[in-house]
């Protein structure tokens, strides 16, 4: 049967199981099957015996750790490219010192040149912007936090 870690005595090492149909297992140190001392929230299988839960073995290794947040999100990304994308801001926001440090420049020297540097900067973070927004968070996340991918 499988269940849920409910809690355990450090000093005794028993605890309690609260199992997939509802009811609670007592377990005993002996009983765990594991290198890794038991965990509250931890799922494990176990066979239960009566209210007593034997050959307690643990199921995942992610439960104890917490849970990873995401620093870098879409939509303030997309609205920095949107608003302040000619100066980097989003390449700067997202880690991207390089291309966010290049766009600012190109940005100011292309004032010099005409401003078509600034207008092409310009273009390619509302591109930018545009990819942010339609990009599931998923794929945000893999191309642009995970993968460090700089441009489009």
Do not use: C
Not at 22 to 46: C, K, M, N, S, T
Not at 77 to 99: P, R, T, V
């Amino acid at each position: 049967m499988r269940g849920k870690i409910l809690g355990v005595d450090r000093e005794t090492g028993k605890g309690q199981i609260s199992g997939d149909d509802g009811e609670r297992y007592q377990f005993d140190r002996a009983d765990w099957r594991a290198e890794a001392p038991p965990a509250i929230g931890a799922l494990v299988d176990f066979e239960a015996k009566g209210r007593d839960a034997t050959s307690v073995f643990r199921l995942d290794a992610v439960a104890t750790r917490p849970p990873v947040v995401n620093e870098k999100n879409k939509i303030v990304a997309a609205l920095l490219a949107f608003f302040l994308g000619g100066l980097g801001a989003h390449k700067f926001y997202l880690g991207y010192s390089g291309a966010g440090l290049t766009m600012l420049l190109l940005s100011i020297f292309g004032m010099i040149l005409l401003f078509i540097p600034t207008i092409v900067i310009s273009f390619i973070a509302l591109i930018e912007f545009i990819i942010y927004l339609v990009t599931s968070d998923g794929d945000f996340e893999e191309r642009y936090v995970r993968n460090k991918r700089p441009w489009f």
